[in-house]
């Protein structure tokens, strides 16, 4: 069994969790975020989905569980943030992620990788290749590309398909039909929607904000209290 299909049956029919922090937030030192991941891996996940190469380095000597790593860097000119390059694809597989999550639109990326060279670069270091996607078309060029995972990562977060209504289960079926291992992630905010994801036929399902965004879940609570209007919140 290849490594690629050991990393997607320990994840079949399980929960990944998205430990990532807010720019600027005091959850996102590396230290707090592996201390996240040993705490939803003690409650339940399979994996989790880790941004830039200190905190996977920090996140991979506290847990077993595949990482999926990426890093969100924005390069002026260019829509993609996410896994974008090659010199990217290389930090994330050095700092011990087990799959490389990237941005599989049909969007130019920064040094113009194409989504066949960023797979092939991934492969080449022996890791799984998870490409975001946001439709049904960025999903069939990554699986023509070889891709070992399919995710709806970027559904409603690009110009093309901005509004649409997440989580994106109608996709998570067309791409199920087209590729063996589909992941669910955007938008899943109860497990309902954990129920919904698998029953449309997710291998696996990812939830980041709903779990771990401590600070987008606080100012949801605290925008309800009286006088939420008038106050800010202070950062430090």
Same mark, same amino acid.
């Given at each position: 069994?290849? +490594?690629?299909?050991?990393?997607? %049956?320990? *994840?079949?029919?399980?929960?990944?969790?998205?430990?990532?922090?807010?720019?600027?937030? &005091? &959850?996102?030192?590396?230290?707090?975020?592996? *201390? @996240?991941?040993?705490?939803?891996?003690?409650?339940?996940?399979? /994996?989790?989905?880790?941004?830039?190469?200190?905190?996977?380095?920090?996140?991979?000597?506290?847990?077993?569980?595949?990482?999926?790593?990426?890093?969100?860097?924005?390069?002026?000119?260019?829509?993609?943030?996410?896994?974008?390059?090659?010199? %990217?694809?290389? $930090?994330?597989? !050095?700092?011990?992620?087990?799959?490389?999550?990237?941005?599989?639109?049909?969007?130019? +990326?920064?040094?113009? =990788?194409?989504?066949? !060279?960023?797979?092939?670069?991934?492969?080449?270091?022996? &890791?799984?290749?998870?490409?975001?996607?946001?439709? @049904?078309?960025?999903?069939? &060029?990554?699986?023509?590309?070889?891709?070992?995972?399919?995710?709806?990562? @970027?559904?409603?977060?690009? %110009?093309?398909?901005?509004?649409?209504? *997440?989580?994106?289960?109608?996709?998570?079926?067309?791409?199920? =039909?087209?590729?063996?291992?589909?992941?669910?992630?955007?938008?899943?905010?109860?497990? #309902?929607?954990?129920?919904?994801?698998?029953?449309? /036929?997710?291998?696996?399902?990812?939830? /980041?904000?709903?779990?771990?965004?401590? #600070?987008?879940?606080?100012?949801?609570?605290? !925008?309800?209290?009286?006088? $939420?209007?008038?106050?800010?919140?202070? +950062?430090?």
């Amino acid at each position: 069994m290849s +490594r690629a299909t050991a990393l997607r %049956e320990a *994840l079949r029919g399980r929960l990944i969790v998205s430990v990532q922090a807010e720019a600027g937030s &005091l &959850l996102g030192e590396p230290a707090t975020i592996a *201390l @996240l991941a040993r705490c939803v891996v003690a409650n339940g996940a399979a /994996g989790v989905r880790i941004e830039g190469d200190a905190r996977i380095r920090a996140v991979r000597a506290a847990v077993t569980v595949p990482i999926v790593g990426i890093i969100k860097r924005t390069h002026p000119g260019f829509a993609p943030y996410i896994t974008s390059t090659l010199d %990217e694809v290389r $930090a994330v597989a !050095e700092a011990g992620a087990d799959i490389v999550a990237f941005d599989s639109t049909a969007r130019t +990326r920064a040094a113009n =990788a194409s989504v066949a !060279e960023l797979i092939a670069a991934i492969h080449a270091r022996g &890791l799984a290749a998870m490409a975001d996607c946001a439709t @049904l078309d960025d999903g069939t &060029l990554a699986a023509g590309a070889a891709a070992d995972i399919v995710a709806t990562t @970027l559904a409603g977060y690009t %110009e093309e398909t901005a509004g649409r209504r *997440l989580p994106a289960l109608d996709l998570v079926k067309t791409l199920a =039909a087209r590729h063996p291992y589909v992941i669910c992630e955007g938008g899943i905010g109860a497990p #309902d929607d954990v129920r919904a994801a698998f029953a449309a /036929g997710a291998a696996a399902v990812v939830v /980041g904000t709903a779990i771990t965004n401590v #600070d987008a879940l606080t100012r949801r609570f605290a !925008e309800a209290v009286p006088g $939420a209007q008038a106050a800010s919140p202070q +950062r430090t």
